[in-house]
């Protein structure tokens, strides 16, 4: 039985071969957190795939080759064979040869963020005057925060600061 929304495998008691599950769980974590695809609108499976690389597979044109009747799901390359994660409401993905966050809807995937290499100017609000969290992936500026101008973004339920700690050299 797995844990319900990301599907990571338990380890039971008196279980053989417990290094399995658990190895099973970290390649899970590894598609599933901070996803970053390659690409999103790639129908062939690549002919010289990478070990760990993502591909967040389109609906049409419907996947051929090794990814038939997988449309829709993220593709994950590990030791020479290709994973299938289906994605749930809320998931998002950096696509990278768009340079944009993708976030799925529970039907579609949507795009959530301009391209890094548009001009973006962040919508700013006070705490007073928050929006809706909605749609998940959200970006915006909360202006009078004890710690000045902050850029936070929606989980699609709360609004959560993001850490610019680990983004400096």
Do not use: C
């Amino acid at each position: 039985m797995p844990t319900p929304r990301l599907l990571l495998p338990y380890i039971e008691t008196q279980q053989a071969q417990k290094e399995v599950t658990h190895a099973e769980g970290l390649n899970r974590l590894d598609a599933l957190v901070m996803t970053t695809v390659q690409a999103r609108m790639v129908s062939v499976p690549p002919a010289s795939p990478v070990d760990g690389q993502l591909y967040l597979l389109p609906v049409s044109p419907a996947p051929t080759g090794d990814w038939v009747n997988q449309a829709g799901k993220v593709a994950q390359r590990l030791g020479n064979v290709w994973r299938f994660h289906t994605p749930f409401a809320g998931w998002t993905v950096w696509v990278m040869d768009e340079q944009a966050a993708y976030t799925y809807t529970g039907t579609t995937w949507i795009q959530t963020t301009a391209k890094s290499t548009d001009p973006v100017a962040l919508p700013s609000y006070t705490l007073a005057t928050l929006p809706a969290a909605l749609p998940a992936g959200r970006l915006i500026f909360v202006t009078n925060t004890a710690a000045g101008a902050r850029v936070v973004y929606s989980d699609g339920t709360k609004w959560r600061l993001i850490s610019t700690d680990a983004l400096i050299n």
